[in-house]
């Protein structure tokens, strides 16, 4: 199987279910930014992180690969059997910055990205999968989007966030406070 087709020369791509759309569409934007979150995932997989995060990191990848599945696809047309999200799926991560929050000094201020190479590629996943959303959100005004999706990503950039506290407490990073110049 060759990876390349060279339908794509003209600017064009096809979704699932064949419908041929400018590869500036926003539904490719969307699916393209998930792919992006997917690999800033990777790379923070990747890092010095516990077994655990990087358990439910593998868990966050599959689950991405399932929303961009969900966001290839053309909603009118696609007969393919794609995978779908689950409530427990947001539940999960919920869980899990329950149990990291637990052991985490309350936020008195904003914090700082940085502070570890680690923590600052959580604070870049997190910032990416916020665009991921905005950009699912600009798909959903328009055309049928699965509302776990929007779900999933919002409580995901939460999750970074947490992990990067997480992280940085285990790594004894020092996590910088915002000080707001007045």
């Not at 390349?4 to 279910?17: A, E, H, N, V």
């Not at 539940?91 to 309350?106: A, F, G, Q, T, Y």
């Not at 870049?124 to 055309?143: D, F, T």
Request: glycine share 4%; with cysteine; aromatic share 6%.
């Amino acid at each position: 199987m060759k990876i390349y087709t060279k339908t794509g020369d003209k600017g064009q791509t096809s979704l699932i279910g064949g419908t041929r759309v400018p590869k500036h569409h926003i539904r490719i934007e969307a699916y393209g930014t998930v792919d992006e979150l997917n690999s800033w995932i990777g790379l923070i997989r990747d890092q010095p992180v516990d077994a655990k995060a990087k358990e439910l990191l593998i868990e966050i990848q599959d689950r991405l690969f399932t929303i961009g599945s969900s966001l290839a696809s053309d909603p009118d047309k696609s007969k393919m059997k794609i995978p779908d999200l689950k409530e427990e799926d947001v539940v999960l991560l919920e869980k899990e910055m329950d149990r990291l929050n637990e052991s985490l000094p309350e936020m008195r201020s904003f914090v700082l990205p940085g502070g570890h190479t680690t923590v600052s590629y959580c604070h870049i996943a997190r910032c990416v999968c916020r665009r991921a959303e905005r950009a699912v959100l600009r798909l959903s005004e328009n055309e049928f989007v699965a509302e776990l999706v929007v779900k999933y990503l919002n409580r995901l950039s939460d999750y970074l966030f947490v992990l990067s506290r997480a992280v940085s407490k285990e790594l004894h990073a020092i996590e910088t406070p915002w000080k707001p110049r007045m």
